[in-house]
Nanobody, 115 residues
Framework: QVQLVESGGGLVQPGGSLRLSCAAS????????MGWFRQDPGKQRELVAA???????NYADSVKGRFTISRDNAKNTVYLQMNSLKPEDTAVYYC?????????WGNGTLVTVSS
């Protein structure tokens, strides 16, 4: 079992920045990709960004150039630096880990972008 705990969400004005963190614990060997998804009420959960254990990254078109995903394998932590935030970035952000085809989710952290 893998436990994921997100932190760093909150309220920010448009144009502002936030940094999300996700710490993994438990049986964490062989975790391959980790990523961030987000979900608005009434909408499907969507991929925001992902990173493999080797450092290969993938981003949704809507966040390219504004968000950066990074990973500290020694700390079993993945980060999402979010800059130039827009109101449409408002959502609950979930951390995800892929362990050999087994997928784990955190409980989510709310990001609200509003003036």
């Amino acid at each position: 079992q893998v436990q994921l705990v997100e932190s760093g969400g909150g309220l920010v004005q448009p144009g502002g920045s936030l940094r999300l963190s996700c710490a993994a614990s438990g049986t964490i060997f062989s975790i391959d990709a980790m990523g961030w998804f987000r979900q608005d009420p009434g909408k499907q959960r969507e991929l925001v960004a992902a990173i493999t254990s080797g450092g290969t990254t993938n981003y949704a078109d809507s966040v390219k150039g504004r968000f950066t995903i990074s990973r500290d394998n020694a700390k079993n932590t993945v980060y999402l630096q979010m800059n130039s935030l827009k109101p449409e970035d408002t959502a609950v952000y979930y951390c995800n880990a892929d362990q050999g085809g087994l997928f784990y989710w955190g409980n989510g952290t709310l990001v609200t972008v509003s003036s």
